[in-house]
């Protein structure tokens, strides 16, 4: 993995392609299983999924979560439609059922964080006028997951509707009681995890961080998402401690999480799909273009940085596999796995390396206007 890292540095892309393209060599139907491992990177890939969106909701605080969602929930509604139809329809098209279409759905509509900020950043464009449309469109997206999560797995156990409504309103009663309290006393957690010492700093936010994922999980709530909710709780300069301290232990598990999802995906039935993973890939890319220069558009900025939105929308990641890996387990459908691995391969690649390739034009268009 840290040759491919450093490969994929040198070539200026996401490692996520590589990571994933590791674990079709490593996994069944791969050049050299390794079967005896496979525990162990099951614990480190559940390790780096919450890693992953704890560092994320750290980015945020809870008030800018609320104000954000205020001020572009159009722009967040008309991003869930364009981009979780193409999935959906795609599934039942292809005569997979109504859970695999929800699950597709998913696929195709959230946008990676990660690599979305690290192009940001790479490319300068962290201080311009339309990133905190962009990081505002992240935020909506990754609250809709915290809805859309439950109402997933309640689907994928085969729940009876009343069940799945239990499950779901349990789901979002947790996730409520959980940004109240991030929005009300989040500076007692903040006091309670606060310490000099960055050894016993990191020990209780990675402790509090698998435990309130624990407890979201056993409520039906996404692991993730219980993480994502505990960063959001802390802020100031704690959070920019702890991302400091998270930051090499996140890497390290999220790109094992990656190779984790490639280990369970047969090489062999990517190829029948990649037609079909190619072309979902396309229109996911016009409809995600298509979100950014609306939503930039509206907060009344100029062309370039509509190009600029809409572009730094492109890439899927670790959401997409982490909702492509609760269908896997389901056993929804054995091709859902396959093609939502070849899609993300696309665009975490493409997505970097049409930004990069676009800098110049962009650049143009503004020096025009």
């Not at 005896?36 to 945020?60: P, Q």
């Not at 690290?118 to 809805?147: H, Q």
């Not at 309670?192 to 990191?202: A, D, G, I, K, T």
Request: aromatic residues 6%; charged residues 10%; glycine residues 10%.
């Amino acid at each position: 993995m840290g040759i491919l890292g450093a490969l994929a540095l040198r070539a200026g892309i996401s490692p996520i392609p590589l990571y994933l393209i590791a674990g079709l060599a490593f996994g069944t139907g791969g050049v050299l299983p390794l079967a005896t491992s496979e525990e162990f990177i099951s614990v480190g890939a559940e390790m780096g999924v919450v890693l992953l969106l704890l560092t994320l909701g750290l980015e945020y605080n809870a008030d800018e979560l609320v104000t954000s969602l205020k001020s572009n929930a159009r722009a967040g509604i008309v991003d869930l439609v364009i981009n979780a139809a193409p999935g959906a329809i795609c599934a039942l098209l292809l005569g997979w059922g109504p859970v695999a279409a929800v699950a597709m759905a998913g696929v195709t509509y959230a946008t990676s964080s990660g690599i979305t900020a690290k192009v940001l950043s790479d490319l300068g464009w962290i201080g311009n006028r339309e990133t905190p449309t962009v990081l505002s469109l992240l935020v909506f997206e990754d609250l809709t997951m915290a809805v859309y999560l439950p109402v997933l797995t309640a689907m994928l156990a085969g729940l009876s509707l009343v069940s799945g409504a239990v499950t779901v309103a349990i789901a979002l009663g947790t996730v409520s009681v959980v940004l109240v309290v991030a929005l009300k006393f989040g500076r007692f957690i903040e006091a309670f995890v606060s310490s000099p010492n960055n050894e016993v700093l990191l020990l209780k936010i990675v402790g509090l961080a698998l435990l309130v994922a624990g407890i979201a999980q056993q409520l039906q709530v996404s692991a993730a998402v219980g993480a994502f909710l505990v960063g959001i709780a802390l802020s100031g300069q704690l959070a920019h401690d702890a991302q400091a301290l998270l930051s090499p232990l996140r890497d390290l598990f999220a790109a094992v999480f990656f190779v984790f999802f490639g280990l369970q995906t047969d090489p062999a039935k990517i190829l029948p799909v990649a037609g079909l993973a190619a072309l979902l890939a396309l229109i996911s890319m016009i409809t995600k273009l298509m979100t950014g220069v609306y939503a930039a558009r509206r907060a009344g900025i100029a062309k370039a940085g509509q190009a600029r939105a809409g572009i730094a929308l492109i890439p899927r990641g670790e959401f997409n596999i982490v909702i492509a890996g609760l269908a896997v387990a389901a056993g929804v459908h054995p091709d859902l796995g396959p093609l939502a691995a070849a899609y993300v391969l696309i665009l975490a690649a493409f997505g970097p390396l049409a930004a990069k390739a676009v800098q110049p034009m962009i650049e143009a268009i503004a020096k025009r206007a």
